[in-house]
C-alpha cells in the first residue's frame, strides 16, 4: 500500500456526504464511553512512517491508517496552540483538552493568574462516571495530569500524584518515586494513603494480570518512565496496560472515561531516536487496537486518537539516484537494538571514535565512517559547534544526524512543533471532529456526552500577557525540587 492508498479518502465534512443517513447518525449519537488516546509527540508525518514501517517489521499495517481509510470514522486536524505560544507543551495542550481554556506552557489546568481550573476527570468522576489514566510516562506526567489535577507547575509531580485519590478510579503507569515515602523529598506515604483509600498497589506484570478488576487500581510499574518498547524491559505493555483498565472501568452503568498515553513516542523525538519511535508509535497502535476492539464490540463507545503536539518532524528524504535507495535506508532501522536512551551509558562520558564505532556498529549494524565518529565522539564530550543546526548541537542529536545518513530519516530539531495534529474519531459521538479542531472544543464536546454542564474560566493571550511575566519570575526563582 503506498501513501496515496492509505490517504484516499476525502478528509473533512464532505466525508460525511459518503455515508447513509444510518451511518450519519450513529455518528452524531451520545456515547456511552470514551477512550482519548493520545501519541505523544506525534508530529503528522510519522503516520507515515509508522505504516511503512509497521509493514516491513510486522508484516500488516497500522489500526490508526486504516481509520483514516474508513469512511465512517471522522477525520481532522488539531490547532494545539497553547496561551503564551504557538507551539504548545503536553501540559497546556492536555490542559485544554482536559479543561477547556487554553493555560501557559509548563503549567497544569492553572490560568497566568493563579486561577485552578477545574479537569474532566473530577467532573465525570462526580458524575458518577468511572475514571483512569493510562500511560508509558510516568502517571503524574503532563498529559495525564492534563486530565485530571491543576498544579502551577507540570515538574511538581509530588503534588499532581496526589489529586488523582479518589479521582482516578484505575491508574497505570510508571512513577513510583513519586509515592514513594523513602523516595519523596517530603517523606510523604502517598503510596499508603493511596491503599488506606481502598487502591490495589500493583509494581510486576504478573501482579497486574492477577489484579482485581473490581477495586480501584495503582499500578506503577517503574520508577521513572516505562522503558522503551525497543529496550524491551519485563514491564506490561501499553496494550496490556489498556486492556487491564477496560476491564476495570466498563462495569459502571454510567459509563466511563479514560486516557490512554503513548507517551514515549515523545521522547524519542526529542532524541531524535527514530528506531527508538516507531517500536513506541507501534506500541501505542497495538493500544489502539485494543480500544477499537473494545469499541466495536460494546457499540457504545467513542474512541478519539490524536496527538498533543508535534515533535522534531522527522520525515523520510529521498535516498540514492531517483531516491531509489529511500526503502532500503528505512529498512536498517530494524536492525536497531537498544533506544538512544541506553546508548549514552554505552559510549560513556568521553567515548573515542573507536568506541563510538564500535558501538554503533554492534547496536546498530552500522559501520559509522571515520569523520562520522569523531563528531559524535566531540560531541559525546561535550564540544560545541558539531552541528551548525544549534538546537541539535549535542552528542544525541549529532548522532541522529550521522544515522540520517544511513536510515534517511531527518529531524528538524530536538524540540517541539507547531504544525496541526492528526485526529480521528469513530463511535457515537464522532461527527464533530472532522475537519479543523480547536483543542479547546474537545472537552466541551466530551462533558456535554456525559451530561455535564461545566464552564471553566478563560483567558485571551492579550489578557494573559499581564500575569506572564510575573509567573516567569516565580518559576526561576523557585525552580521545582523534582525537576524534568
Same mark, same amino acid.
Given at each position: ?10 478528509? =473533512? ?5 459518503? &455515508? ?5 447518525? @450513529? ?13 505523544? =509527540?506525534?508530529?503528522? =508525518?510519522? %503516520? ?18 486504516? %481509520?483514516? *481509510? ?13 496561551? *503564551? ?37 473530577? %467532573? ?16 503524574? !506526567?503532563?498529559?495525564? @495530569? ?11 509531580? !509530588? &503534588?499532581?500524584?496526589?489529586?488523582? +485519590? ?15 515515602? $523513602? +523516595? ?25 494480570? +492477577? $489484579? ?11 520508577? #521513572? !518512565? ?10 506490561? $505493555? ?72 508535534? *515533535? ?5 528524504? #529521498? ?34 571514535? @573507536? ?13 559509522? @565512517? ?10 559525546? #564530550? ?13 552528542? %544525541?542529536?549529532? &548522532? ?12 528538524? #530539531? ?41 464552564? *471553566? ?6 489578557? $494573559? ?10 518559576? &526561576? ?5 523534582? =525537576?524534568?
Amino acid at each position: 500500500m503506498n501513501r496515496r492508498q492509505i490517504f484516499s479518502v476525502p478528509m =473533512g465534512l464532505g466525508a460525511s456526504a459518503l &455515508l447513509s443517513p444510518a451511518q450519519v447518525k @450513529a455518528k452524531a449519537g451520545r456515547p456511552k464511553n470514551i477512550i482519548f488516546c493520545v501519541s505523544d =509527540g506525534m508530529s503528522p =508525518g510519522v %503516520l507515515m512512517l509508522a505504516e511503512y514501517f509497521s509493514r516491513i517489521a510486522r508484516g500488516k499495517g497500522t489500526r490508526w491508517a486504516a %481509520l483514516m *481509510n474508513d469512511m465512517t470514522a471522522s477525520r481532522g486536524v488539531q490547532d494545539v496552540a497553547a496561551l *503564551n505560544s504557538p507551539v504548545t507543551d503536553s501540559s497546556s495542550s492536555s490542559s485544554a483538552w482536559g479543561s477547556g481554556s487554553r493555560i501557559n506552557n509548563a503549567q497544569v489546568n492553572v490560568l497566568p493568574d493563579g486561577t485552578k481550573l477545574t479537569p474532566i476527570l473530577e %467532573l465525570a468522576k462526580a458524575a458518577g462516571r468511572r475514571t483512569a489514566l493510562v500511560t508509558t510516562a510516568t502517571v503524574t !506526567h503532563a498529559t495525564p @495530569a492534563g486530565f485530571a489535577a491543576s498544579q502551577e507547575r507540570r515538574d511538581d509531580e !509530588h &503534588l499532581i500524584g496526589l489529586q488523582y +485519590k479518589g479521582r482516578v478510579d484505575c491508574i497505570l503507569g510508571g512513577g513510583q518515586k513519586f509515592f514513594d515515602p $523513602a +523516595k519523596r523529598k517530603d517523606k510523604r506515604d502517598a503510596e499508603g494513603e493511596f491503599r488506606q483509600a481502598g487502591y490495589q498497589i500493583v509494581k510486576a506484570k504478573g501482579d497486574l494480570l +492477577k $489484579a482485581d478488576r473490581s477495586k480501584p487500581m495503582l499500578g506503577l510499574f517503574s520508577d #521513572g !518512565h516505562i522503558p522503551f518498547t525497543l529496550d524491551k524491559a519485563a514491564v506490561p $505493555a501499553l496494550a496490556e496496560m489498556a486492556g487491564y483498565a477496560l476491564e476495570a472501568v466498563s462495569g459502571s452503568s454510567k459509563g466511563f472515561i479514560m486516557q490512554v498515553e503513548g507517551a514515549r513516542v515523545d521522547h524519542a523525538a526529542h532524541n531524535n531516536d527514530i528506531a527508538g519511535q516507531l517500536w513506541d508509535q507501534l506500541a501505542f497502535d497495538d493500544a489502539l487496537g485494543v480500544c477499537l476492539d473494545f469499541a466495536a464490540r460494546k457499540g457504545d463507545t467513542l474512541v478519539i486518537t490524536t496527538s498533543d503536539h508535534g *515533535n522534531a518532524s522527522p520525515g523520510l528524504n #529521498g535516498m540514492g539516484p531517483e531516491y531509489t535507495e529511500s526503502g532500503k535506508c528505512f529498512e536498517r532501522i530494524l536492525k536497531a537494538k537498544s533506544s538512544f536512551e541506553l546508548l549514552p551509558r554505552m559510549l560513556g562520558s568521553r567515548p573515542t571514535a @573507536a568506541r563510538v564505532r564500535e558501538v554503533i556498529e554492534a547496536d546498530r549494524g552500522i559501520v559509522l @565512517a571515520a569523520a562520522e565518529a569523531e563528531a559524535v565522539a566531540q560531541a559525546a #564530550g561535550g564540544r560545541k559547534g558539531i552541528s551548525l543546526n544549534r538546537g541539535q548541537d549535542v552528542a %544525541l542529536g549529532v &548522532l541522529g544526524l550521522v544515522l540520517s545518513n544511513y536510515y534517511g530519516v531527518g529531524y528538524t #530539531g530536538m524540540n517541539h512543533t507547531g504544525e496541526y495534529t492528526t485526529i480521528t474519531a469513530t463511535g457515537p459521538g464522532s461527527l464533530p471532529f472532522e475537519g479543523l479542531v480547536r483543542n479547546t472544543d474537545v472537552f466541551g464536546r466530551l462533558t456535554r456526552y456525559m451530561g455535564i454542564n461545566h464552564k *471553566n474560566p478563560s483567558m485571551t493571550p492579550e489578557q $494573559a500577557m499581564q500575569f506572564n511575566s510575573k509567573v516567569a519570575a516565580a518559576r &526561576l526563582s523557585a525552580p521545582s525540587a523534582w =525537576g524534568v
